[in-house]
């Protein structure tokens, strides 16, 4: 397998506009969190899926960003519109469920956004 | 509210060195543990992943342990070598989610 892939790797867009991330988790799991990390806050959770359903979205920042898992082999992180305090990486990671939890968490390289 | 530390932010040693990463947190009813390393510009890689039933994990030069009773991890890295450098994240699984801590940035130098 391949591993977890992001699109796009970086993005670069001005503020007002509309973000939209990508992920492809490793094939046969079932869990799905998307994160972000700044050098401020480290890494933080905004969401995560299982079977592609939506679990807890308490750590998505605002109502400028939603995300989807229409399948279980693509995710979507969009942010609109988007502002200068967006700017971070944001990471998509899949794992796999073990009695009572889950795995080991495989990680994307990454999108690294700039909002200017 | 889960808080999960890492002590120290960054730790520089000579080639060779045996050395130890600490990871420490509040609320001990956790399902597991895990080591992450992270190399600039890249994502996280899994190192070892210790069940909360578990003491220690082992791979290859890295051995993780876990005290869950005194809210505590150690990384034990061997005979570290140029190519251990990066940040070293502990996180702890609770609750469906993954908390982390905020890293130790390990440079090992030749």
């Known amino acids: 397998d391949a591993g977890v892939i992001q699109s796009p790797r970086h993005e670069v867009t001005e503020m007002g506009q509309e973000v939209t991330l990508r992920c492809k988790p490793i094939?046969?799991?079932?869990?799905l969190f998307w994160y972000r990390q700044t050098m401020m806050r480290g890494l933080e959770l905004l969401i995560y899926?299982?079977?592609?359903?939506?679990?807890?979205d308490s750590g998505m920042p605002e109502d400028r960003f939603s995300a989807k898992m229409p399948n279980a082999s693509f995710s979507t992180l969009k942010i609109q519109p988007s502002e200068p305090r967006d700017s971070a990486v944001y990471f998509c990671?899949?794992?796999?469920?073990?009695?009572?939890?889950?795995?080991?968490?495989?990680f994307g390289e990454g999108s690294r956004l700039t909002v200017l | 509210k889960q808080e999960v530390t890492q002590i120290p932010a960054a730790l520089s040693v000579p080639e060779g060195e045996n050395l130890v990463l600490n990871c420490s947190f509040t609320?001990?009813?956790?399902?597991?543990l895990q080591w992450f390393r992270q190399d600039p510009g890249k994502g996280l890689t899994s190192l070892l992943l210790?069940?909360?039933?578990?003491r220690e994990q082992t791979s290859g030069r890295l051995n993780a342990s876990l005290d869950k009773s005194s809210g505590r991890s150690t990384l034990y890295i061997a005979a570290s070598q140029p190519g251990d450098s990066a940040t070293y994240l502990c996180?702890?699984?609770?609750?469906?989610?993954?908390?982390f801590g905020q890293g130790t940035t390990l440079q090992v130098k030749p």
């Open positions: 990671a899949s794992s796999f469920r073990l009695a009572g939890g889950i795995g080991e968490l495989f």
């Open positions: 094939s046969g799991h079932d869990y």
């Open positions: 899926f299982n079977n592609n359903v939506p679990i807890d």
């Open positions: 609320d001990s009813a956790i399902y597991n």
């Open positions: 210790i069940q909360s039933s578990q």
């Open positions: 996180a702890v699984y609770q609750e469906g989610k993954l908390i």
